[in-house]
């Protein structure tokens, strides 16, 4: 079983940075597409990005489009979000999640392997 942790949430203000991790335990990460989720307090987890298991192919929500970019080291097991510019509305658990398939998925049901979170609080 493929087992997912990531790394580097914290506390920031807006308009400042913060870069997340995911490191992947299989040996096999690079047939993972990948995905990072998020979710506010009451609110339902929602997509952020995704990523194609070569990382050729990815998308955003619109909302982080040319703020937020995605990226993977398949040579390392890891897949990156790179927030930029992070605004109090980016605050939420941020999730990683991946799926055994070639293209990039949105959908939240698409994925079956998730990690357990890490925090992301940006302050006004």
């Known amino acids: 079983q493929v087992q997912l942790v990531e790394s580097g949430g914290g506390l920031v203000q807006a308009g400042g940075s913060l870069r997340l991790s995911c490191a992947a335990s299989?040996?096999?990460?690079?047939?993972?597409?990948m995905g990072w989720f998020r979710q506010a307090p009451g609110k339902e987890r929602e997509f952020v990005a995704a990523?194609?298991?070569?990382?050729?192919?990815?998308s955003y929500t619109d909302s982080v489009k040319g703020r937020f970019t995605i990226s993977r080291d398949n040579a390392y097991n890891t897949v990156y979000l790179q927030m930029n510019n992070l605004k109090p509305e980016d605050t939420a658990v941020y999730f990683c999640a991946a799926r055994f398939t070639i293209v990039a998925h949105i959908a939240l049901r698409d994925y079956n392997l998730w990690g357990q979170g890490t925090q992301v609080t940006v302050s006004s």
């Open positions: 299989a040996r096999t990460f690079s047939n993972y597409a």
């Open positions: 990523i194609s298991r070569n990382g050729i192919n990815t």
